[in-house]
Nanobody
């Protein structure tokens, strides 16, 4: 059974940082591209960042220069380092493996003073 489990969310002040983690089990993690999405209340889910099996990365314009996606294949884990957070980054963040449309349960990130 494939599982994606996110952690690391919470409440942070504007300008602060958080690191999200997503542990993947049940598949050969190193063989898959991985994505982070987010969904703010009342809005559509949007793609935030992608990391490929070759470690190529891509980011939404709204987070470029502030967010960094990385992976550790020895730990079956993908990370999203978020810095200079803004209130508009508030959303539920989801880990995703596009092949097979595999999703985590999501984790709340709230940026507020």
């Amino acid at each position: 059974q494939v599982q994606l489990v996110e952690s690391g969310g919470g409440l942070v002040q504007p300008g602060g940082s958080l690191r999200l983690s997503c542990v993947v089990s049940g598949i050969n993690f190193s063989n898959y591209n991985v994505r982070w999405y987010r969904q703010a209340s009342g809005k559509q889910r949007e793609l935030v960042a992608t990391i490929t099996i070759a470690l190529n990365t891509n980011y939404a314009d709204s987070v470029k220069g502030r967010f960094t996606i990385s992976r550790d294949n020895t730990k079956n884990t993908v990370y999203l380092q978020m810095s200079s957070l803004k209130p508009e980054d508030t959303a539920v963040y989801y880990c995703n493996i596009p092949v097979g449309a595999l999703w985590g349960q999501g984790i709340q990130v709230t940026v507020s003073s």
